[in-house]
């Protein structure tokens, strides 16, 4: 059945990859009458609609489902059964009256409560006239009780008309109403209560909580799953896995971030208890580059979710730093009464070589059918369509949603799942680039070049557009993507 | 720290061979209580190595595993109950990961196991 799926006016590249992500985490274990749920929905458009627009229909098998889609999601601001729809209320009137009765009644009957919600997308009703609009529906047989809170059943009534140029969409070509029944919607609370403004600890490159959610969500994070950051960071990507019921597990580098924080109640585990959320199972430091896991132990993560170390600010580093950073070939041997305090030093950490290990490591250790959620920084000169996405063979690239970030510079939150096995094959090739890499590394700081050694030189101008001075024109010509 | 983070590491000292499981040497122990998640645990059950698993938790005191399991005692709740609180109900707080192959300590402190490797062993 077709719905209507009103999207919250933010993240526009995000709301469709939530929405499918959704149906195929609740659509897995369910017995449809349509069979399975498809991977990719089938989406159409409300007459003459911009793509960008809040108002799109979703081909759903069934209202269980798309209840479940809408009340998990961070964007849907609702799902609806139409009842009707037109470019006037008169049409609108009709097209309600032709809906079929059958799947009226059984919404109005007397034993029920109800509430009619009006809405607009864009510009303000008056309560006046909302009243009005509310009276003019008396053409629909509502024998229950009205009650404004927590009703059997949620009605909305959305206009939509001539919006004004402030949310980046083009001018609407034509009015539109819609009268539905709700499904179900986003708990926006969520938010709110997460921010990151309240969390006891906090780091510079802390995920911010809508956007922890819509990743935990493009991950399928659930009860029962085991879920891995490899920069866990401050553990907000965690976070919002846990509160979705995912067992967790962290590493990071750097070791103040990840033992001590910024003392006994003010560190990595302080961020799950403060919300009542189970610890991560699991925080290490350890360096991506060099992974400590057991050789035999694969496919053991559902997900893996992160956001990986791009940019000077918060570059990232790999062990065996000083002995190149010196240029010496000898390898620097730790004194062995300096051995036990030893901080070891690091080395830069490029982007390629940052992603290659990722995507190496996930194709080891996540189950079939696991995901990868994983932001990926773009230089917006490049013609977003011609961008490429990192490949693996293990792995298809299932989403993509663009945040920009300045008129200069993007992420990329790529979604990838597991669709093969990672053979002897693909572990030699992977084996043999780490190898390069170091190589090169080496290469690279006896050339003189360390900058240029760790950034291409499109990652070079990309740091560089990170930094706020760099962002320059504030009026991009499209907007869209910024809301 | 908890068995199950342990069960999954080794030491990947350049030119190690075996460095699995490392040896726990425990200072400080800590029981925590977790809830019980069946369908978490059978899925764990399938990647534990269970020699590795019981030895560890005998090295934190624990000594209530059997020595050998398979998948016919996913039936029993004993199981589950014991099985449960040794993967993820003992942390080990502070004390080391030795490796079997070269006895490097790796540090466990504040219940986190610090892998980073020196400079001369990447
Ligand atoms: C962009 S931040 C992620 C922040 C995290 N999402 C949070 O909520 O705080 C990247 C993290 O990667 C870590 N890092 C850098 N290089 C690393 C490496 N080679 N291995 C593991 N972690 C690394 C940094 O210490 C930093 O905490």
């Known amino acids: 059945m077709w719905y209507l799926c009103v999207f919250y006016h933010r993240l526009l590249d995000y709301r469709k990859p939530e929405v499918e992500s959704l149906a195929q985490l609740f659509g897995a274990n369910e017995d449809h009458q349509n069979g399975r749920v498809p991977s990719q929905l089938q989406w159409k458009f409300p007459l003459r609609y911009h793509p960008d627009s809040p108002f799109h229909f979703v081909n759903l098998p069934s209202e269980q489902l798309a209840r479940n889609i809408a009340t998990r999601s961070i964007l849907v601001k609702g799902m609806y059964e139409l009842w009707g729809e037109g470019t006037s209320y008169e049409e609108l009137k009709e097209s309600v009256l032709s809906y079929p009765d059958e799947r009226k009644l059984p919404y109005l009957d007397s034993d029920s409560t109800f509430k009619i919600t009006v809405d607009s997308f864009g510009k303000v009703i008056s309560l006046e006239e909302q009243k009005e609009l509310i009276q003019g529906l008396s053409y629909i047989p509502f024998k229950g009780r009205v009650k404004l809170k927590n009703p059997d059943h949620n009605f909305w009534l959305i206009e939509v008309d001539n919006y004004g140029g402030n949310n980046g969409l083009p001018p609407i070509v034509q009015k539109r109403v819609f009268f539905g029944r709700e499904v179900g919607g986003a708990d926006r609370k969520l938010i709110p209560t997460y921010q990151l403004k309240s969390r006891t600890y906090l780091g510079p490159t802390a995920m911010d909580a809508e956007m922890a959610f819509l990743m935990a969500n493009q991950a399928l994070a659930t009860s029962g799953k085991l879920v891995f950051d490899p920069f866990v960071g401050t553990g907000s990507i965690l976070v919002a896995a846990a509160h979705f019921g995912a067992m967790t597990m962290g590493a990071d580098i750097d070791i103040r971030v990840v033992r001590d924080g910024r003392g006994p109640d003010c560190n990595v585990w302080s961020n799950f208890k403060q919300y009542g959320l189970p610890m991560p199972v699991g925080l290490l430091r350890a360096d991506n580059n060099l992974p400590a896991w057991r050789p035999s132990l694969k496919e053991v993560f559902d997900a893996i979710i992160c956001d990986p170390p791009y940019g000077v600010r918060a570059g990232g580093r790999k062990s065996g730093g000083r002995k190149l950073l010196k240029g010496a070939v000898e390898p620097y041997i730790v004194p062995d009464d300096k051995r036990t305090d030893h901080i070891p030093s690091t080395a830069p950490y490029s982007l390629v070589e940052c992603v290659h290990d990722l995507l190496d490591l996930a194709a080891k250790m996540l189950v079939m059918g696991g995901r990868l959620v994983f932001f990926y920084p773009i230089l917006r000169e490049d013609d977003f369509a011609e961008t490429h996405f990192p490949e693996h063979p293990c792995f298809k690239l299932i989403s993509t949603s663009e945040q920009i970030l300045s008129s200069r510079y993007s992420r990329v939150l790529l979604t990838m799942v597991k669709t093969g096995p990672y053979t002897e094959e693909i572990a030699e090739v992977a084996r043999i680039k780490h190898i390069q890499f170091k190589e090169n590394h080496v290469k690279w700081l006896e050339d003189g070049n360390l900058h240029s050694a760790v950034f291409s030189p499109a990652a070079a101008q990309l740091t560089e557009a990170v930094d706020p001075k760099f962002i320059k024109d504030p009026k991009p010509k499209y907007r869209g993507k910024y809301v | ?122």
């Open chain 2, 1 to 122: 720290m908890r068995l199950l983070t342990h069960n999954m590491l080794s030491s990947n000292i350049k030119g190690v061979v075996n460095g699995f499981p490392l040896r726990i040497e425990a200072e400080k122990v800590v029981e925590m209580n977790v809830e019980k998640n069946i369908e978490f645990l059978k899925k764990m059950f399938e990647k534990i190595d269970w020699k590795a698993f019981v030895d560890a938790s005998q090295a934190m005191g624990y000594t209530e595993l059997p020595k050998e399991a398979d998948s016919s005692m996913l039936n029993s709740d004993e199981f589950f109950n014991r099985f449960h609180h040794a993967l993820l109900e003992l942390h080990l707080e502070e004390g080391a990961l030795v490796c079997p192959e070269t006895g490097r300590r790796f540090p466990v402190n504040k219940g986190i196991p610090n892998m980073l490797l020196h400079e001369d062993e990447v």
